[in-house]
């Protein structure tokens, strides 16, 4: 049994789908690990890792949407607004999705759905550098 361990960088122009399924893949690909799983892991408190529709960009949009309605800026029930407006709710919707996911390796490949991609989901307005971390155990 092996395992690998990467770190790599993306950034963001503010809130959003951003996909890095092409970092990570290729990444794998470069291990020669056959059989196994990865883990891909954000580790930050105001952003996301989710897998997602990559076909229709509409549900990018709907889905940003929805969590925009879902959890609204300037709810004056928020404490904590330390870095301004969008502070808590980057918070409360990163806790509702979630900082990692770990996706299957079969061949040396990604085991991602026809229309399946992995995407950093970006809950800030500003722009930010955000790291990403992979971690693949296999032989």
Same mark, same amino acid.
Not at 8 to 35: A, D, H, M, P, R
């Given at each position: 049994?092996?395992?690998?361990?990467?770190?790599?960088?993306?950034?963001?122009?503010?809130?959003?789908?951003?996909?890095?399924?092409?970092?990570?893949?290729?990444?794998?690909?470069?291990?020669?690990? /056959?059989? #196994? =799983?990865?883990?891909?892991?954000?580790?930050?408190? &105001? !952003?996301?890792?989710?897998? %997602?529709?990559?076909?229709?960009?509409?549900?990018?949009?709907?889905?940003?949407?929805?969590?925009?309605?879902?959890?609204?800026?300037?709810?004056?029930?928020?404490?904590?607004? /330390?870095? #301004? =407006?969008?502070?808590?709710?980057?918070?409360?919707? &990163? !806790?509702?999705?979630?900082? %990692?996911?770990?996706?299957?390796?079969?061949?040396?490949?990604?085991?991602?759905?026809?229309?399946?991609?992995?995407?950093?989901?970006?809950?800030?307005?500003?722009?930010?550098?955000?790291?990403?971390?992979?971690?693949?155990?296999?032989?």
């Amino acid at each position: 049994m092996r395992q690998a361990n990467h770190q790599f960088s993306t950034s963001t122009s503010g809130k959003g789908l951003y996909n890095i399924t092409y970092k990570v893949k290729s990444w794998v690909i470069q291990q020669k690990i /056959s059989s #196994g =799983l990865l883990t891909v892991f954000v580790p930050h408190t &105001s !952003a996301s890792i989710i897998i %997602q529709e990559n076909a229709d960009p509409d549900v990018l949009h709907d889905l940003a949407n929805f969590f925009q309605q879902l959890v609204p800026e300037g709810d004056s029930n928020y404490l904590h607004h /330390s870095e #301004g =407006l969008d502070d808590m709710p980057a918070h409360i919707r &990163s !806790a509702l999705t979630q900082t %990692q996911v770990s996706i299957p390796i079969n061949s040396g490949n990604l085991l991602l759905g026809t229309w399946q991609d992995v995407y950093l989901f970006e809950h800030r307005r500003q722009p930010h550098t955000r790291k990403i971390d992979l971690h693949l155990i296999g032989e």
